[in-house]
Nanobody
């Protein structure tokens, strides 16, 4: 069993940056691909970014490409989502998620989820 805890959300101005962290406990993350998703009320959870076990492959949604960066530190059992140039359409609850070995873009393919962290952007 893997427990995931996100942090780093909050209020930021449009154009500013935030870095989200996701710390895992229970098991090492070294065999899990990790994803970041976001969700706003009334909508489905949306894939934001994913990173492979070794970080050799990173997938980023078109809506955040060039602004968000996904990284991981397996020694710290932590993954990060660096969010730059925040836009008014970025506010959501951001979740990290883990699945065995390979990145997936569908939320249903992930086994483990954090509780989410709220990101709010003021214009």
């Amino acid at each position: 069993q893997v427990q995931l805890v996100e942090s780093g959300g909050g209020l930021a101005q449009a154009g500013a940056s935030l870095r989200l962290s996701c710390v895992a406990s229970g098991r090492t993350l070294s065999t899990y691909a990790m994803g970041w998703f976001r969700q706003v009320p009334g909508k489905e959870r949306e894939f934001v970014a994913g990173i492979s076990v070794s970080a050799s492959r990173i997938s980023v949604a078109g809506s955040v490409k060039g602004r968000f960066t996904n990284s991981r530190d397996n020694a710290k059992n932590t993954v990060y989502l660096q969010m730059n140039s925040l836009k008014p359409e970025d506010p959501a609850v951001y979740y990290c998620a883990g699945r065995w070995l390979t990145i997936a873009t569908m939320a249903r393919e992930y086994m483990y989820w954090g509780q989410g962290t709220q990101v709010t952007v003021s214009s």
